[in-house]
Structure formats: structure tokens, C-alpha cells
């Protein structure tokens, strides 16, 4: 995927058309009357979601973004889909990093929920990651078992991505958990069967983050605003340190990830340049 460029000018015009900044959540996110996921995001026989180069692009950045579609969180998608979309691609590419691949990821609770795991393509531009936010079903479930299924994220990164950035380069990818509630526990193969179409092994937590700091910076987002969440955030910093980044307002999360990956890419000496600010508005991402 990733085959076609991200335009901040057109992305606006399309948005005012849309009446992204005028609608309910129900209104854009229109799965959400239907109560089910959409075809095209069920990972069920999913063999691998792919991040590949191009010959104006050579250099693609994957980014998975996991957000928490359960109850608590399903305001987040909402508010980037108004503005916080535009300005995280902007951001991210007059950061100096032309070539970002983003994914995203519906996440909820495999104990409880009919769809814990959503699942979209890696894509650069503005029209195509609309859609796959836009088509993802804002469960809005969860349940009383003190947590929900980050730890999908990291299975799926591990086990059902490829990226020319680490098989090319041996460059990690970036990987975003959003939410407010502990990471469950465990894994089971019963569920990971029923979710994927397969599995026939049961992983820790601990395991799948593992496996999927082989291949990406793993990263978590807890958005503190609850007494709940913010236990949350404290056995989240155990495990993930400096990696749990903690905030109060949701809006930060598009210059939080910027920040992250800018950073990474200007330390990692790659020279991918800077785009001036006043070339945002003209922009195209292959």
C-alpha cells in the first residue's frame, strides 16, 4: 500500500466538504450504527500487512497506531479525524521525515468484545488513511476485567507485518498503543484462533512485546484522565519506562508522536532533510 500522496490542501478542502469538523462520531464513523466492524479491517486471514518503498519514496517509515476503541477512548478517533490526523502527517514530514507509512488499529478487549482487533493498511495518503480511520467501528465495549488487549498490537506487529524498513535497513518501525486501562495479561491461542483464523500457541504480554521490539520502538500513550487510569499508567511505566508516555490531554497525542519519531529519525542519522513550513500546504506523500 502507501501507492498514492498525502495533500494537506485537498485533505482540508475534503474535510470541509465532509463536515468533519461539524459531525458526531456517529455521523463519520458509520460503522457504528451498523454495531459491526468493517469487512475490509477483520484480521481474520490476514497473512501480512506490508510497508514497502517506492522509487520517489525510498525510505518508508512504518508507524502502527493502536487505538482503544472501548468505551473510555472512542472520543480519540473522533478528534483525529477533525484535526489531529492532518496535523500528525504535517507534523511528521516538516519534522524532516518524508516518508511515513502509517497504520492503524482498532483495539478492545478479546475477553469481552465481538471485534478486539481492527485492522487497516500501511498508507501515505491523506484520502486512504482517512478511510481506514474513518471505517473503523468504535466498539465502544470493554468490560469489568481491568484491562484491555494492547498487547494485540504486538502480535500483530511481530507476526503480521513486513516492512522494507527493517528487511532493507534493519531500521525498527514505530509502534503506538493509545488508552487508559492496564494491558491484560495473556494471549490465549483459543483467542488469538477465533481472531486471526489461527494460533495454536498462548503468549504473556511480557512475550509479544518482546517479539515486537525485534522490529519496532515500542511505545505507550496513557491518557490520564481518570483516577483509573492514571493506576493505570503505573504499571505501565514498570514495564515500558521512559516508552509510557503519560498526558492529560488527549489532543497532545499528534505532537507526541511527531516528537517520537522525528526525534528518532534526526538520531539516527538517516539526513532525511527538513520541508520547509510554508511547502506543508502543497504537500504529497507516495
Not at 463536515?19 to 479491517?41: C, D, V, W
Not at 490520564?224 to 514495564?239: G, I, T
Amino acid at each position: 500500500m502507501g501507492g498514492t500522496r498525502y495533500d494537506l490542501g485537498a485533505r482540508l478542502s475534503r474535510a470541509e466538504a465532509a463536515g468533519y469538523g461539524k459531525k458526531s462520531a456517529s455521523e463519520i464513523f458509520t460503522q457504528n450504527s451498523l454495531r459491526m466492524a468493517h469487512e475490509s479491517m477483520n484480521p481474520n486471514g490476514i497473512t501480512f500487512r506490508e510497508a514497502r518503498d517506492s522509487e520517489v519514496h525510498p525510505n518508508s517509515v512504518p508507524i502502527i497506531l493502536g487505538l482503544d476503541v472501548t468505551g473510555s477512548m472512542g472520543h480519540i478517533p473522533h478528534e483525529l479525524i477533525k484535526e489531529g490526523l492532518p496535523k500528525l502527517m504535517g507534523g511528521i514530514i516538516q519534522g524532516g521525515v518524508p516518508d511515513p507509512a502509517l497504520l492503524f488499529l482498532g483495539i478492545g478487549d478479546h475477553e469481552c468484545d465481538r471485534y478486539p482487533l481492527q485492522v487497516g493498511q500501511f498508507e501515505s495518503g491523506d484520502e486512504e488513511l482517512d478511510m481506514w480511520l474513518t471505517r473503523t467501528y468504535i466498539e465502544s465495549g470493554g468490560g469489568g476485567n481491568a484491562g484491555e488487549s494492547y498487547l494485540l498490537a504486538w502480535y500483530f506487529a511481530a507476526f503480521h507485518t513486513k516492512t522494507d524498513a527493517f528487511e532493507k535497513r534493519a531500521q525498527k518501525g514505530v509502534l503506538f498503543t493509545v488508552g487508559d486501562e492496564p494491558n491484560l495479561g495473556t494471549l490465549p491461542a483459543s483467542a488469538i484462533k477465533e481472531i486471526m483464523g489461527q494460533g495454536q500457541q498462548t503468549y504473556t504480554a511480557l512475550e509479544l512485546l518482546q517479539e515486537a521490539q525485534k522490529r519496532y520502538e515500542v511505545y505507550h500513550i496513557s491518557v490520564l484522565h481518570s483516577d483509573q487510569a492514571v493506576r493505570a499508567n503505573v504499571a505501565w511505566k514498570e514495564l515500558l519506562g521512559q516508552n509510557c508516555l503519560s498526558i492529560e490531554d488527549h489532543r497532545e497525542i499528534p505532537n507526541i508522536i511527531t516528537k517520537i519519531i522525528c526525534d528518532k529519525h534526526k538520531n539516527s542519522g538517516l539526513g532525511l532533510g527538513t520541508i520547509p513550513l510554508d511547502g506543508l500546504d502543497n504537500i504529497e506523500m507516495l
